[in-house]
């Protein structure tokens, strides 16, 4: 197994055919439309303590909503409630939602067990009628190759379904740290992964278990969110530090998303492989990678300081996303441009030596600055408190090197990105 750790700021430079980091685009048409209480049925947030815990859609392209009252069917026009005082749901509360092949829903649920629906029958696998483990579910993996189901379990494992019959898997080590499990994927039919909160990440095949931690692998996060895998078994798993890949050979990737996510967390949450093979992370922004190409949608106009929980890509390609209570289509059109945005800024000099002007050229008002290192740290963070097209930097602290500038620019709200030296 090789292990390497590529920040993404290092990749944009040393990389030119990586597997994973090759360029960041930042400007894009995105927009968005937002569904929530004030134009629909779904829970109310805020005080009123309403949220969304997941989205799936039919061959039909119906979108079933789970939520924390109950179960959402929308067509597009008519939305369809259902709870537990008008139909076979058990409890009112979800915490996930998951579709097999025949569109069979299947939903889990606080302390009502695994509840299956198939468009007119309810059915639930509960401590009366199973031998379920817990009844509290948090997350689902179908594989349909076989009709096995695989759950985890708030605090108590994960278990795997067939043939009515439930089989509990609890950790041999630390169980009570990695049994906080979150999310839960089947790669090749055989092999079982399992993120955690505050036990790393960890795989079952057959009936071994195999943990990766800070100390044993190149994880540098200690908790472990959300997971995807994409068709070569690729696995991107979103973490409370960046974005932890492993490839099928076992060769292992920690990126530094840092800048790209947030300023003030590194933390992402929402991971998936859509049909045209792009990996979209959400946290506090939207991130696209494909093709070695990494593309930043900023989310501040849309809901400042929350984070995107989860992406979902529907029959029609669309993504769609969700924030606590609110649901999002997202509508992109990404403008790849050039590495170095020469003819949108400049720098002088370049190399500097102790003081350098980044200069608007069309004369955008400047916002701020923030430098990064070879190793993707932020060196430096600069609001333009003067105002203007131009922004002077005293790098008279900085080691000689090489260094990234990221501008936000007031008018078109773009970010752009000049590489320049110190000598």
């Excluded at 949220?51 to 789970?66: F, M, R, S, T």
């Excluded at 179960?71 to 709870?83: A, E, I, P, S």
């Excluded at 994960?158 to 999310?183: C, G, M, Q, R």
């Excluded at 492989?273 to 959400?282: A, K, N």
Aim: glycine letters at 8%; aromatic letters at 14%.
């Amino acid at each position: 197994m090789t292990i390497k750790y590529i920040p993404i700021i290092l990749a944009l430079v040393t990389l030119s055919c990586g597997a994973f980091c090759q360029q960041i685009n930042m400007n894009a048409n995105f927009s968005w439309t937002m569904y929530d209480h004030t134009n629909s049925p779904l829970p109310e947030g805020g005080t009123a303590g309403g949220y969304l815990a997941g989205l799936v859609e039919d061959q039909y392209e119906n979108k079933w909503i789970a939520s924390s009252n109950g179960l959402f069917k929308w067509d597009g026009d008519v939305w369809t409630h259902y709870n537990s005082a008008n139909s076979g749901l058990p409890h009112d509360v979800m915490h996930c939602i998951a579709i097999d092949e025949n569109d069979v829903i299947w939903i889990g649920t606080g302390y009502g067990g695994l509840t299956r629906f198939d468009g007119q029958s309810w059915y639930s696998y509960d401590y009366s009628n199973s031998n379920i483990p817990y009844t509290e579910i948090i997350a689902i993996s179908i594989n349909n190759s076989n009709g096995e189901i695989w759950i985890c379990m708030y605090g108590s494992g994960i278990a795997k379904f067939s043939d009515d019959n439930f089989t509990h898997f609890i950790t041999p080590d630390s169980p009570w740290e990695f049994d906080l499990n979150y999310d839960i994927a089947i790669e090749n039919d055989t092999t079982v992964w399992v993120t955690t909160i505050g036990a790393g990440l960890a795989k079952l095949s057959g009936n071994e278990w195999t943990v990766f931690d800070t100390i044993n692998s190149e994880l540098s996060a200690t908790s472990s969110l959300y997971i995807a895998i994409d068709h070569a078994n690729t696995k991107y798993i979103t973490t409370n530090n960046g974005l932890f890949i492993i490839d099928e050979d076992g060769e292992q990737t920690m990126l530094d998303t840092g800048y790209f996510v947030s300023t003030q967390s590194k933390a992402i949450w929402g991971v998936t492989i859509t049909s045209d093979s792009s990996v979209w992370i959400g946290g506090h922004n939207l991130i696209k990678y494909k093709n070695g190409e990494w593309h930043n949608f900023s989310l501040s106009e849309m809901q400042p300081y929350a984070e995107i929980r989860h992406i979902y890509e529907g029959y029609s390609g669309d993504l769609w996303g969700w924030i606590l209570d609110k649901l999002y289509l997202f509508e992109i059109n990404t403008i790849i441009p050039d590495y170095d945005n020469s003819n949108q800024i400049s720098a002088y000099p370049n190399p500097f030596n102790d003081i350098i002007k980044i200069n608007s050229l069309e004369n955008e008002n400047i916002v701020s600055i923030l430098l990064f290192d070879m190793q993707g740290r932020l060196v430096c963070f600069q609001n333009n408190t003067q105002g203007g097209s131009s922004i002077e930097i005293n790098g008279s602290a900085l080691s000689n090197g090489i260094y990234f500038a990221f501008l936000q620019i007031r008018e078109s709200k773009s970010k752009y990105y000049i590489k320049i030296t110190k000598n």
